[in-house]
DNA sequence: TCTGGGGTCCTAGGACCC
DNA sequence: TCTGGGGTCCTAGGACCC
């Protein structure tokens, strides 16, 4: 295909089953008899399910309500979403595959690279059995390893696990034959290879792609016209040539978005105000948690879009701030301001959010030149912050708010079902009854 | 009654500059 | 009838991911 002589690599990546629900079934004793499912906010949606669930033909972000009698039927157990749980479970898997492999990109909650092309390992099908094993005993959760010679085909090869080696949870496509590798890649329904989304999966079924094999060899002059160049590099990665970057290093996050749908419908400005401004002094702590400063803020609300009987209303807002800042009350401030210009009366709102941007690392500030903005003040009101964020993480979020974040907060999410943080509050270890 | 909450990257097109 | 050409920056929107 190409003249220039490529450095191989080798990649495995590493995808935690069901990860919400194996994290239930962590603490949960019962929890390991039966089938289990996480709930979005609000208790609205199934967002992770175990194995007995997806088989129900239960898909993701699914409504709870549309499923209620199978998942009773079936006995599935119903959890709320517990992050604080999750985060910390993810956290010690990925110290864990720390030690497998002297790179490892953390991918998602639930998913790691490693980047092994330098690592000695005789048997790559050993090496994942014993990442496996290391981290159900540690762990107790299980977790699927695909390995192949790039990001696109490891992520497929831990897809194809699930239809070729369940009961081992591994795949290595490295060092397989290409006809072999083809063979594999037939098996896999193009809308699930990496990066190629519904749209896209619908663009070339069309035309008559439906597996991954038929990707790899559609042509590449047409994947490039229509899916550009990240279509083009997926194409590339199934023929076994890297282009997709390992990201090692934790990256600064370019936009933060804090935004939630409401327990029941808002219609007051009065709530609107309590809400935006708690997804707000969230988002804030997001910024400041990775040292930084934003220049601009977005507010949107809308409607249920789901009910067709109600007046639909949509809308967003975008202030520049004139000096960059993570200090809460400027940032309610401006959000408030923005609010003001997409509120109308008279709707039922049934979801807001905030939107920060053009983030900047706060070490890069610098004073104003002809303006009242010196980093003197940045700096002064970090500081004050700092006190505040270690106040809340200490003794729970909003231990110390902003007024307008309100009291009451009856637009606040449901979480009925929510496990306990066993392992990180002390008041809600797990008891064990002697 | 009840429908997630985060993120990323890329492209096209317009504004503006010389 | 002719009506520059090249560049950068910004934004909105669309695709994707978990």
């Not at 905030?354 to 903005?373: C, H, M, R, S, Y």
């Not at 003040?377 to 110390?400: A, P, S, W």
Request: hydrophobic share 40%.
């Amino acid at each position: 295909m190409l003249d220039i002589a490529i450095p191989k690599k080798i990649y495995a990546i590493v995808d935690c089953n069901s990860f919400y629900a194996s994290c239930e079934r962590v603490f949960n004793g019962r929890a390991r008899k039966h089938p289990v499912a996480v709930l979005s906010n609000n208790d609205g949606c199934i967002i992770a399910r175990t194995d007995e669930v997806k088989k129900l033909g239960i898909t993701m972000a699914d409504p709870v309500y549309k499923h209620a009698v199978e998942l009773q039927e079936h006995g599935v157990m119903l959890f709320s979403s517990n992050f604080t749980l999750y985060a910390d479970l993810s956290k010690r898997v990925m110290r864990i595959l720390s030690e497998f492999a002297p790179h490892l990109e953390v991918y998602s909650i639930d998913e790691a690279f490693l980047d092994i092309t330098n690592v000695y390992i005789p048997d790559y099908t050993a090496f994942a059995k014993q990442i496996r094993e290391t981290i159900l005993e540690c762990i107790d959760i299980p977790v699927s390893v695909g390995i192949a010679d790039t990001k696109t085909l490891a992520k497929a090869a831990n897809k194809l696990v699930k239809i070729f080696s369940k009961d081992s949870g591994i795949l290595n496509l490295h060092g397989l034959r290409e006809e072999m590798i083809d063979t594999y890649l037939s098996q896999l329904p193009v809308e699930d290879v990496w990066g190629i989304g519904s749209r896209y999966a619908e663009y070339v079924s069309f035309r008559g792609v439906t597996n991954a094999r038929e990707l790899k060899y559609y042509s590449l002059k047409e994947v490039k016209r229509r899916m550009h160049i990240v279509g083009e590099r997926t194409v590339m990665e199934l023929h076994g040539i890297a282009c997709i970057p390992f990201q090692e290093e934790y990256k600064d996050k370019k936009g933060i978005l804090s935004s939630k749908a409401f327990s029941s419908p808002v219609k007051d400005s009065s709530q609107l105000i309590e809400a935006v401004s708690t997804y707000m002094a969230r988002a804030a702590e997001k910024l400041r948690a990775q040292n930084c400063a934003t220049k601009s803020v977005s507010v949107f609300l809308r409607t249920n879009h789901f009910d067709e009987r109600l007046s639909q209303y949509s809308n967003s807002f975008t202030i520049k701030l004139p000096f960059p800042t993570s200090y809460t009350p400027d940032l309610i401030k401006y959000a408030l301001l923005a609010l003001d210009q997409i509120f109308i009366p008279g709707y039922l709102y049934h979801k807001a959010g905030v939107f920060l941007d053009k983030i900047i690392p706060d070490d890069t500030i610098q004073n104003e030149l002809f303006g009242a903005f010196t980093k003197q003040d940045y700096l002064r009101k970090k500081k004050l912050m700092e006190e505040i964020d270690k106040l809340n993480f200490r003794y729970g979020h909003d231990t110390v708010f902003v007024t307008t974040q309100g009291v009451k907060r009856d637009w606040k999410m449901k979480q009925a079902k929510r496990s306990q943080r066993y392992s990180t509050r002390m008041d809600e270890l797990l008891r064990v009854k002697t």
